[in-house]
């Protein structure tokens, strides 16, 4: 989050990508991970501030870290997205990932 505010004014050609590659990462084998799980991480930090600032969150400052958020979601999301179709294609194309080859005589 914190390099998410730094890379405000250059987040499409500084963040994105970091965002992308991390989201790419959420699909790896052995992840449990579900794209679900974003939206609840934005619902958990934004009331994690609430609890933290108290009052002097303003609702101008919630709004602002909701689409924040939202914006890293999106990005997050299309290179879970992107991963996703890039093993479904290889699945397509040489069976189970997890299938060995098995030769008969």
């Given at each position: 989050?914190?390099?998410?505010v730094?890379?405000l004014?250059?987040?499409?050609?500084?963040?994105a990508p970091?965002?992308?590659?991390?989201?790419?990462?959420?699909v790896?084998?052995?992840?449990r991970?579900h794209?679900?799980y974003?939206?609840?991480?934005?619902?958990?930090v934004?009331?994690?501030y609430?609890?933290t600032?108290?009052t002097e969150?303003t609702?101008a400052?919630?709004f602002a870290?909701?689409?924040?958020f939202?914006?890293?979601?999106?990005i997050?999301?299309?290179?879970?997205?992107?991963?996703?179709?890039e093993k479904?294609?290889?699945?397509e194309?040489?069976?189970?990932?997890?299938?060995?080859?098995?030769?008969?005589?």
């Amino acid at each position: 989050v914190g390099y998410a505010v730094r890379c405000l004014d250059t987040m499409n050609e500084d963040l994105a990508p970091v965002l992308y590659n991390l989201g790419k990462q959420h699909v790896m084998p052995g992840s449990r991970f579900h794209q679900k799980y974003f939206g609840v991480f934005k619902v958990a930090v934004i009331e994690a501030y609430k609890d933290t600032i108290g009052t002097e969150l303003t609702a101008a400052a919630t709004f602002a870290w909701e689409k924040l958020f939202d914006y890293m979601i999106s990005i997050l999301q299309l290179g879970c997205n992107e991963m996703m179709y890039e093993k479904q294609i290889l699945t397509e194309q040489l069976g189970h990932p997890l299938q060995k080859s098995v030769t008969h005589s």
